[in-house]
């Protein structure tokens, strides 16, 4: 077939049976913020490449929407690049970390840029608001609950542009929120509790409720919530969360790998109920998403359920606040349980008339949280902050009175009730040692009665004669185990774990964490 004849095949074939170029995809990036590590500056504007072309991306905050200023939110603008070849057909669509956003209409031939709206304190633009295409405002459009489709808000005035952002950002589905982990009374999503901007917006609160569960005795709960009204529907609604980062003692406290990618509907602060503003532990939602704190930044805990969040609590409680287990029937030295590594120093002195005292101390002042005898937790005994020691009384081989040294000011001196139960003693003890043995005779007569104690051979045996907190005896172990007596350290550990604690101490939980702290 010569030249000609190629021609003239080529007139006679239908425009539209022609081959057609492919288009030129132009994913435009919503998430991007000005200081990503992929966005470059050329002849001083900056921005990003799609292919050979440079998309222009400038930020504005407290940008203007109509002739009102929006404070405390910012605005991403994605230029059409001006050196497009003219020759080829190009499609743009919005782009949101790996997903299309379907949607948003952008007419190919008119189009010069689009704008994205967020909060100022999203640093990780985690929840786009607000669409606008082309400065003028050619198509505006809101987030669904879909999450990657929007919805055009159909044509909205200069003077409507503002009124109907704001409606949008109150009723969003979900927030991005920086967490004021100390704060204990309401507070704005950016982390402060006056904001005089999100004020204006009419934005939601995070409200703060209190709670101290039996189940975890000694600790306190707080949980951050957000409960709106929204206006379509006239109702409270509870609103899920990206979590961004917190505030912590008055400074950011960023967490060690990001969690804004997630929703949680709370997020719960958990702290020694006598230093209630030094954090032990964050929960992030109803789950087992835990992080303690640690070199200035959020660290994830694993392996953390409702049954064993004591022993983690205590652990780092005792890592973080000095705050150890004392082990009353203890008459040497001992490591505290709780942590595992301190050394809890114990002077004996026996005295005529069949009694002994035993002094707990460490180097320095310290914090008692929980008191125990043979396994047993002693209700009674009070959590106490810097202790400067602790006197255990014993008569009849049994710990009687206990007075605790600290810089309380009240009386700090307990007496035993009944079986692992103490009261405040009200007898007047001032140090006299001529006294004790007629008030340790007193405190034996009261408990008995109190408890129908009945005698065995330990009680009845001398102090030295007691079983040691560090036995290796499996017997006692198994009996601690079947007895499962509530206020025991098996519900505390379970019974595996107390038996692992005992016999492979390498294997506990409790050294897992001290060893975690220690790294």
Not at 277 to 292: A, S, W
Request: hydrophobic share 30%.
């Amino acid at each position: 077939m010569t030249e000609e004849d190629k021609a003239d095949v080529k007139q006679r074939v239908p425009r539209s049976a022609r081959p057609k170029k492919a288009p030129f995809l132009f994913p435009l990036a919503i998430s991007k913020d000005v200081n990503d590590s992929d966005v470059t500056c050329v002849e001083k504007k900056k921005g990003y490449h799609v292919g050979y072309y440079f998309v222009s991306l400038t930020k504005k905050t407290d940008p203007f929407l109509g002739k009102t200023r929006a404070y405390g939110y910012k605005c991403y603008r994605h230029s059409k690049p001006t050196d497009l070849d003219v020759s080829n057909y190009y499609f743009f669509y919005a782009w949101y970390k790996g997903y299309l956003q379907s949607g948003i209409k952008i007419n190919q031939k008119s189009f010069k840029s689009l704008s994205a709206y967020y909060f100022s304190h999203d640093t990780n633009n985690t929840t786009p608001l607000f669409i606008r295409v082309n400065p003028k405002g050619e198509g505006y459009y809101e987030r669904t609950s879909a999450g990657n489709v929007w919805r055009n808000v159909s044509q909205v005035d200069d003077s409507e542009l503002y009124s109907k952002f704001m409606e949008i950002v109150k009723n969003t589905k979900v927030y991005p929120v920086v967490i004021n982990v100390t704060e204990r009374n309401e507070y704005y999503i950016d982390g402060y509790r006056e904001d005089e901007y999100l004020a204006r917006s009419k934005v939601p609160r995070i409200t703060v409720t209190n709670s101290q569960d039996s189940l975890y005795k000694g600790y306190e709960m707080n949980t951050h919530k957000i409960i709106s009204s929204d206006e379509r529907s006239e109702e409270n609604q509870l609103k899920d969360m990206r979590v961004i980062s917190t505030i912590y003692g008055g400074h950011a406290y960023e967490f060690k790998s990001s969690v804004s990618d997630k929703r949680y509907s709370c997020v719960s602060v958990y702290y020694w109920d006598l230093i209630p503003d030094k954090v032990l532990l964050l929960q992030l939602g109803y789950g087992n998403t835990f992080y303690c704190p640690k070199g200035g930044e959020w660290t994830s805990l694993t392996g953390i359920s409702k049954e064993n969040l004591t022993t983690y609590l205590d652990s780092i409680n005792c890592i973080q606040n000095s705050a150890h287990f004392l082990d009353i029937g203890e008459t040497s030295d001992y490591i505290c349980w709780s942590c595992a590594t301190h050394i809890i120093y114990v002077e004996q002195e026996c005295f005529e008339g069949n009694w002994t005292r035993c002094t707990h101390k460490m180097r320095g002042k310290f914090s008692a949280n929980k008191f125990w005898y043979k396994y047993m937790l002693q209700s009674g005994l009070p959590a106490t902050k810097n202790v400067s020691e602790v006197h255990v009384y014993f008569s009849n081989g049994k710990p009687l009175m206990v007075d605790i040294d600290s810089d309380n000011p009240r009386n700090d001196l307990f007496e035993l009730h009944k079986e692992n139960e103490w009261i405040r003693s009200n007898r007047g003890y001032s140090g006299r040692i001529k006294s004790i043995p007629d008030i340790l005779k007193e405190i034996w007569t009261n408990y008995r009665c109190n408890s129908g104690f009945i005698e065995t051979k330990t009680e009845e045996s001398s102090i030295g004669g007691q079983e040691s907190i560090r036995t290796s005896d499996s017997e006692s172990i198994t009996k601690i185990a079947v007895g499962g007596v509530s206020g025991s350290i098996i519900t505390i550990l379970g019974g595996l774990e107390t038996f692992a604690f005992f016999k492979y101490p390498n294997k506990s939980v409790i050294r897992l964490i001290t060893s975690m702290f220690n790294k």
